[in-house]
C-alpha cells in the first residue's frame, strides 16, 4: 500500500523593499526547512526590484509560482496572491506600511527598528494586538547560538544568578561595510526625522534585546549620547553610553 504523504503548502511572501537586508532575507528563506515562495516583490526603486528578482530560486517558475514586479505597496496589496510580507523599508514608513499590510489582512515581519518614534511604535502594537495575523519584529538576536546559550546556562542554574552584563558594539560608520551600497549624506539613514535615531536605533538594539532576554524587561535607564560623527555624515547620535536596570 503506498504512503500518502502530506504536502503542507508553501507560505508566500512579498518582498517590501528590495534592497541590501532583502537579499538576507531571501538567504533565510532558501535555507528554510519550511515550503516557502517569494510572490510579489516592491520597490519604488525598478532596478533594485529586477535586482532581488534575479536572485529568486528557479524552483518558483518550475512549480508556477512566479513573481511578480510593483512598485507600489498599495498595487500589490491589490492584487493580493502572497500570505506575508516582509517590510524593510525606512523607518518612518514602517507605521503606515503596517497599518496597510494588516488591514489587507496579510501576516507581518517588520524589520526592525520597529519604528522612527514611540508614538508609531505604539499605534503598531495596538493595531497588532486586535489582529488574527502573527505580526513579528525581525530582531533576530536573541536567536543567535550564543545568546540562546547564554540563556540555557542560566536557565540551568549552570553559572549561578547573574546580577550584571556588559554590552559593546561599534561599527564603521564611514565605510558602512554591512551594505553594498553605501548610502550618501543625504540618505535616510543618516536623517533623524526618518531613522528615528543613529547608533542606538540601527545598531545597538541587537545587543539590548538579548540583555532583556536574560534580566527581564528594562525599568530604569541612565545614559548619555555623544555627536562625534555630527559633522561628517551621521546626524543623530554616533555614540551612546546606558546602564540598564
Not at 7 to 32: E, P
Not at 123 to 150: C, D, H, T, Y
Not at 221 to 245: F, I
Request: proline letters at 4%.
Amino acid at each position: 500500500m503506498a504512503a500518502i504523504v502530506q504536502v503542507a503548502k508553501a507560505v508566500r511572501f512579498a518582498f517590501v523593499g528590495c534592497g541590501t537586508i532583502a537579499r538576507h532575507h531571501l538567504g533565510a528563506l532558501k535555507q528554510s526547512s519550511h515550503a516557502t515562495a517569494v510572490t510579489a516583490v516592491v520597490d519604488v526603486n525598478r532596478e533594485r526590484a529586477e535586482s532581488l528578482l534575479r536572485l529568486l530560486p528557479k524552483t518558483q517558475e518550475e512549480n508556477s509560482q512566479k513573481c511578480k514586479m510593483f512598485t507600489s505597496l498599495a498595487d500589490a496589496l491589490q492584487w493580493g496572491e502572497f500570505d506575508a510580507v516582509i517590510v524593510m523599508v525606512p523607518h518612518h514608513l514602517h507605521e503606515p506600511y503596517a497599518t496597510e499590510c494588516l488591514q489587507a489582512g496579510k501576516h507581518l515581519l517588520l524589520e526592525k527598528t520597529m519604528a522612527h518614534t514611540v508614538e508609531s511604535c505604539q499605534n503598531i502594537l495596538k493595531q497588532a494586538e486586535g489582529a488574527q495575523q502573527v505580526v513579528m519584529v525581525g530582531e533576530n538576536s536573541i536567536f543567535w547560538p550564543e545568546v540562546q546559550k547564554a540563556k540555557e546556562l542560566i536557565e540551568s542554574g549552570t553559572i549561578g544568578e547573574p546580577y550584571f552584563a556588559q554590552a559593546n558594539y561599534w561599527e564603521s560608520i564611514g565605510s558602512m561595510t554591512f551594505y553594498e551600497d553605501i548610502p550618501t549624506e543625504d540618505d535616510w539613514f543618516f536623517d533623524p526625522a526618518r531613522a528615528g535615531g543613529g547608533v542606538l536605533m540601527n545598531g545597538a538594539t541587537h545587543w539590548i534585546r538579548p540583555l532583556r532576554l536574560w534580566f527581564g524587561n528594562i525599568v530604569e535607564v541612565v545614559g548619555t549620547l555623544g555627536y562625534p560623527y555630527k559633522l561628517v555624515r551621521q546626524k543623530s547620535e554616533s555614540l551612546a553610553h546606558a546602564m540598564l536596570r
